[in-house]
Structure formats: structure tokens, C-alpha cells
């Protein structure tokens, strides 16, 4: 995971510290595998506890995904879903957006950090956001889903690395 992504979510957990005065069951999609990119150090000041959800089955993982388009667990479990660098990778992002929607709590929060530019960089890379790509998302979905911030990272996060990918950063809120 580039820096810039990282940053980007120490910029959108401070910023979401209004939506998140308790402690929080929070999901990481795609924070697992052989990287083990999570973001659970970002978090750790709103985590009550920490899970992560991946198609690779690896020590940090804790919904291990046998079927790449369902989250092993119960509707509304999660108080807030975070996503980075893994939607790209997904056939269908669509189908995997209404999945995080259904494992996200009413009210809840999801965060999802995609490239909108950006070389392959993955055997599966299907993907990239540009700025309209969460509007059509959003409006495809099942769930109803507030946007709070939807925006194409235009700063890089101050690093050359992180520039190439021009990080689209979508948060919402589910109603």
C-alpha cells in the first residue's frame, strides 16, 4: 500500500471524528493476504475491535472469504467498513460495494480509497474511479448511502509514489 493511501485515511479519520464517539467494530475489506495491508493502526483510537476480510486466507484475517462476493457475517455487524486498494481488483466492484453495505450497520460508515490513475500493478486489475464512479455506484446500490466525501486526491499526499495513482477517496454513510 502506498503512503498516500495511508495518509489519505489519517485525513478521513480525522475528519469523521463527529461520526464516531464510541468505540467501533470495524471491518477492513481487503486488508488481509500476503501483505497484510490493513489500516487498523489509523483506527486504533475509535476500535473497539478490529476485523479484516480477504480472499486470501492469512494470519490477520479474520472473515476469511471462500466466496469472493460474500463477507462471512451476520447483516448490520459492522460499525464502520473501510476499504483501500482493493476495489480495483474486484470483477465486480458493484456487487462487492452492496456486500459491504450489508455487513454495515444502519448509520454506519464506509470508507473505500481506489486509484483513478495508475499503472497494473496485479495480475487482476480492473479497474479505475474517476471522479463520477461512486455517484453511479451509489445510485446502483440496494442500500441507501449518504456520500460525505467523494473526491479525487489532486495533492498526492505529498509523496511522488502515491501521485501516480490519484487515489479517488469515497466515504458514506448508510441510512
Same mark, same amino acid.
Given at each position: 500500500?502506498?503512503?498516500? $493511501?495511508?495518509?489519505n ?6 475528519k469523521?471524528?463527529?461520526y464516531? &464517539? ?10 488481509g =493476504?500476503k501483505?497484510?495491508r490493513s !489500516?487498523?493502526d489509523?483506527? %486504533?483510537?475509535? %476500535?473497539?475491535?478490529? !476485523?479484516v476480510?480477504?480472499i486470501?486466507?492469512?494470519?490477520s484475517? %479474520?472473515? #476469511?472469504?471462500?466466496h +469472493? ?6 447483516? &448490520?455487524? #459492522?460499525?464502520?467498513?473501510? $476499504? =483501500?486498494q482493493?476495489?480495483e481488483?474486484?470483477?465486480?466492484? #458493484?456487487?462487492?460495494f452492496d456486500e459491504?453495505c /450489508?455487513?454495515l @450497520? %444502519? $448509520?454506519g460508515?464506509?470508507?473505500i ?6 499503472? +497494473?500493478?496485479?495480475?487482476k486489475d480492473h479497474?479505475r ?11 446502483? $446500490? @440496494?442500500? &441507501?448511502i ?6 479525487i486526491?489532486? #495533492?498526492?499526499s505529498g509523496?511522488q /509514489?502515491s501521485? @501516480?495513482? /490519484?487515489?479517488?477517496i469515497?466515504v458514506?454513510q @448508510?441510512?
Amino acid at each position: 500500500m502506498h503512503p498516500g $493511501s495511508l495518509k489519505n485515511m489519517e485525513w478521513m479519520v480525522e475528519k469523521l471524528a463527529p461520526y464516531l &464517539e464510541k468505540e467501533n467494530d470495524i471491518l477492513d475489506v481487503g486488508g488481509g =493476504g500476503k501483505l497484510e495491508r490493513s !489500516y487498523k493502526d489509523i483506527w %486504533t483510537k475509535y %476500535t473497539k475491535d478490529y !476485523y479484516v476480510a480477504d480472499i486470501v486466507n492469512a494470519p490477520s484475517v %479474520t472473515h #476469511f472469504m471462500e466466496h +469472493r462476493y460474500y463477507i462471512p457475517a451476520e447483516n &448490520e455487524t #459492522f460499525d464502520v467498513v473501510v $476499504s =483501500g486498494q482493493c476495489l480495483e481488483h474486484v470483477a465486480n466492484p #458493484f456487487k462487492m460495494f452492496d456486500e459491504m453495505c /450489508r455487513v454495515l @450497520k %444502519t $448509520s454506519g460508515i464506509i470508507v473505500i480509497i481506489v486509484p483513478s490513475a495508475g499503472p +497494473r500493478h496485479d495480475v487482476k486489475d480492473h479497474w479505475r474511479f474517476m471522479d463520477d464512479a461512486f455517484e453511479g455506484i451509489v445510485e446502483d $446500490s @440496494k442500500y &441507501e448511502i449518504k456520500v460525505i466525501e467523494d473526491y479525487i486526491d489532486t #495533492f498526492h499526499s505529498g509523496d511522488q /509514489r502515491s501521485g @501516480k495513482w /490519484r487515489d479517488h477517496i469515497f466515504v458514506g454513510q @448508510k441510512l
